[in-house]
């Protein structure tokens, strides 16, 4: 350790002697550096918004997704298809389960006239099974299925088209129908760029009890699970079996999953020909860098020959005189490759990249240390490499040669 702290040191200060040509030669380095540590880093938090909206759409893995339909066309019983999903979700201990039933309300606001939009009604556990946001209020809770004035969550552009009001004033609506129905706004969901629509949630059960005729779906309601993914497909044989044995053979039962990573395939990155695309640019520019760093070395490695003949007399080994000028272009391009990594972090971490690159985003990566240990592999390997030239032809020099320069 003694020998290689030394070696280390003997090169930094051959270094600050040769500042100049070589900060030029490690400007390249540098960049190429911050460019694959910036494209690692990008790419994982745009994977996370990526897997985020997909989860928002499909539900997060494994998602099963329970179907019940009867066998001579006719409507089937949803009080029945009900029971049996909920019976299910008991006996296997699933957390998460929900039904989603798609809904269209309509309501009157002032200026506006009446609004038809559209809504879902679903259970409390459907947010964090689909990571809905919510920018004002809250979502669901247990509690909200005894309210007698239904909790409901309307999305951004309803909630500004009436003015915003605080929720904390528990504003209201009137959904329109046989029976009006007076709701209670809870939250806030953000709407989509340029997205001018109105969109509300209410909760399932809430639902079920309106005799509201508007708001009375004429579909079947969506029944799913999350489930971890390892057991996704032993649960979906034994969910499959135990609703079909309770609805008879009137029935027909299917569950599959319908989250991306049954569609993708687990651990498959949409963002892959991009990173490689940006990546194998970078580890260009890292290589150009790297021969502007053989140059600067050779050169300075000839105007040592006479230093490096004079420390050979005083018995300077070839494994010493070749490991002290290779580290040389280590300890350099190290230095450019850590410059390159706090340059990416600080790229990478600014509000205005965080704002474009994880709009949206609930669960923002932190900086991946695997990024900066890329960044700071690729600087050292490169340094290697570069330094490997310069070293054989130090390891040449003989004595006399110090004499002749």
């Keep these: 350790m003694t020998g290689l702290w030394g070696a280390i040191v003997e090169a930094w200060m051959e270094l600050r002697i040769h500042r100049t040509r070589v900060l030029l030669s490690l400007v390249g380095v540098a960049v190429a550096v911050a460019s694959i540590t ?26 099963l997704v329970l179907g019940a339909w009867t066998t001579d066309g006719s409507p089937a019983d949803v009080a029945a298809v009900n029971a049996a999903y909920e019976a299910t979700a008991q006996r296997y201990a699933i957390t998460y389960s929900s039904r989603s039933t798609w809904l269209n309300p309509s ?44 909790a409901i969550i ?11 009001p605080d929720l904390a004033t528990h504003p209201t609506v009137v959904l329109l129908g046989g029976d009006d129905v007076t709701a209670v706004i809870i939250g806030v969901t953000p709407s989509p760029t340029g997205d001018q629509s109105q969109s509300m949630y209410m909760l399932y059960s809430a639902y079920a009890r309106t005799t509201n005729p508007v708001l009375q779906a004429q579909q079947q309601p969506n029944y799913e699970y999350w489930v971890p993914p390892e057991l996704s497909e032993e649960l979906s044989g034994r969910i499959k079996r135990d609703v079909a044995a309770a609805l008879g053979d009137a029935y027909q039962v299917d569950v599959s999953r319908a989250d991306y990573e049954a569609q993708l395939g687990a651990g498959e990155d949409p963002y892959k020909q991009i990173k490689l695309l940006i990546g194998g ?29 004079i420390r050979r007399s005083f018995g300077a080994t070839a494994a010493r005189v070749f490991f002290a000028v290779m580290m040389e272009s280590v300890v350099a391009t190290l230095v450019a490759g850590i410059a390159g990594v706090a340059v990416a972090i600080m790229f990478v971490q600014s509000p205005w990249v965080q704002a474009q690159i994880g709009d949206g985003v609930i669960d923002v990566p932190p900086f991946p240390v695997s990024a900066a240990l890329i960044g700071i592999a690729a600087s050292v390997a490169v340094g290697a490499i570069g330094g490997l030239l310069p070293a054989v032809v130090a390891l040449r020099v003989k004595v006399i040669d110090a004499i002749r320069y």
């Excluded at 990008?42 to 893995?61: D, F």
């Excluded at 009446?114 to 409390?124: E, N």
């Excluded at 309307?154 to 915003?164: D, L, R, V």
């Excluded at 600067?296 to 006479?306: G, K, P």
């Design 107 to 150: 309501v009157q606001l002032p200026g506006a006239g009446v609004i038809f939009f559209g809504g879902q009604a679903v259970d409390a556990s459907y947010g964090t099974m689909h990571r809905v946001r919510v920018m004002e209020g809250r979502w669901f809770t247990t509690a909200d299925n005894d309210r007698l004035a239904p």
């Design 154 to 164: 309307i999305n951004e552009f309803f909630w500004k088209q009436m003015g915003s």
């Design 281 to 309: 640019v970078a580890v260009l520019v890292l290589g150009l860098g790297g021969l502007g760093l053989v140059n600067i070395s050779l050169v300075t490695v000839r105007q040592r020959i006479r230093e490096i003949g």
């Design 38 to 63: 910036t494209v690692v880093a990008l790419g994982q938090v745009a994977q996370q918004a990526s897997q985020e909206q997909n989860e928002r759409w499909g539900g997060r893995p494994a998602m």
